[in-house]
């Protein structure tokens, strides 16, 4: 299993607009053989900065979550 971390600070005005995109990808994501989970969390300590984390069996369904089109 491989676990992918990857921190974001979205600027105010864009936030809801990147969690919008994000909703709408979330069945691509899951449609991707070897995609197990993700997670989003915000940060207590510095606000506006968020973590995503996903799970995936392994690397090879990582690469085709980052080789979709739309994720780019």
């Given at each position: ?44 300590s ?9 799970f ?15 994720h780019?």
């Amino acid at each position: 299993m491989i676990a992918v971390i990857f921190e974001l600070w979205p600027k105010p005005e864009q936030r809801d607009a990147y969690f919008e995109l994000a909703a709408e990808l979330r069945p691509l994501l899951e449609q991707i053989d070897g995609f197990i989970s993700v997670e989003r969390f915000e940060s207590v300590s510095e606000p506006g900065k968020f973590v995503s984390l996903s799970f995936w069996r392994d690397e090879a369904a990582v690469a085709a979550w980052r080789s979709l089109a739309e994720h780019r």
